[in-house]
T-cell receptor, first 115, second 115 residues
Framework: AQSVTQLGSHVSVSEGALVLLRCNYS??????LFWYVQYPNQGLQLLLK??????LVKGINGFEAEFKKSETSFHLTKPSAHMSDAAEYFC?????????????FGKGTHLIIQP | DAGVTQSPTHLIKTRGQQVTLRCSPI?????VSWYQQVLGQGPQFIFQ???????GRGNFPDRFSARQFPNYSSELNVNALLLGDSALYLC??????????????FGPGTRLLVL
């Protein structure tokens, strides 16, 4: 069974600093990986996804993530944090051959931006 | 273009009651999935419907049921409500059956409180 671990339920960075949100997956086969963002009282918005085309994936709002099979990781980064990046971030996995059983999400990381 | 819409936005019920949540997918999308997000957790997959048939089911009791209509909209029903059913219920749509990397687009959710 696949699972997702997001290290750090809360991450605090200063405005303008590097953002690094960690995600590790457990899957028997290389999965498809997603990062979603959730602003307060809203649904989930797709930031980016990995589908094996390229290991470095660029998304919206300046975010990118790198798939590292050897480390079973898919960490999310942004070079310079902005106040508007404050939100909840979720990593999710869809396993190759997993059928129609939806996405498996991590517990989320709350990103706090200090002025 | 309109995104995924859900109604109602908020709902308060008492234990033992029944509730129906509604979802309209993005125009042209034929698949709808339902997720439950308990406070402080990531979303958990409940159902996926495609072309009016259930195609995937998560680990939820039979009190949870759903259906999809010819216009691809969907309803989620929960019977005999328990306090633990209090959560944000998210609907997601995709062009086709959401397997293996197909992007799912989420609505704003329905927040259900069971007293």
């Amino acid at each position: 069974a696949q699972s997702v671990t997001q290290l750090g339920s809360h991450v605090s960075v200063s405005e303008g600093a590097l953002v690094l949100l960690r995600c590790n997956y457990s899957s028997s086969v290389p999965p498809y990986l997603f990062w979603y963002v959730q602003y307060p009282n809203q649904g989930l918005q797709l930031l980016l996804k990995y589908t094996s085309a390229a290991t470095l994936v660029k998304g919206i709002n300046g975010f990118e993530a790198e798939f590292k099979k050897s480390e079973t990781s898919f960490h999310l980064t942004k070079p310079s944090a902005h106040m508007s990046d404050a939100a909840e971030y979720f990593c999710a996995v869809s396993e190759l051959g997993g059928g129609a059983d939806g996405l498996t999400f991590g517990k989320g990381t709350h990103l706090i931006i200090q002025p | 273009d309109a995104g995924v819409t859900q109604s109602p936005t908020h709902l308060i019920k008492t234990r033992g009651q029944q509730v129906t949540l509604r979802c309209s997918p993005i125009s042209g999308h034929k698949s709808v999935s339902w997720y439950q997000q308990v406070l402080g957790q990531g979303p958990q997959f409940i159902f996926q419907y495609y072309e009016k048939e259930e195609r995937g089911r998560g680990n939820f009791p039979d009190r949870f049921s759903a259906r999809q209509f010819p216009n691809y909209s969907s309803e989620l029903n929960v019977n005999a409500l328990l306090l633990g059913d209090s959560a944000l219920y998210l609907c997601a749509s995709s062009l086709t059956l959401a397997t293996e990397g197909e992007t799912q687009y989420f609505g704003p959710g329905t927040r259900l409180l069971v007293l």
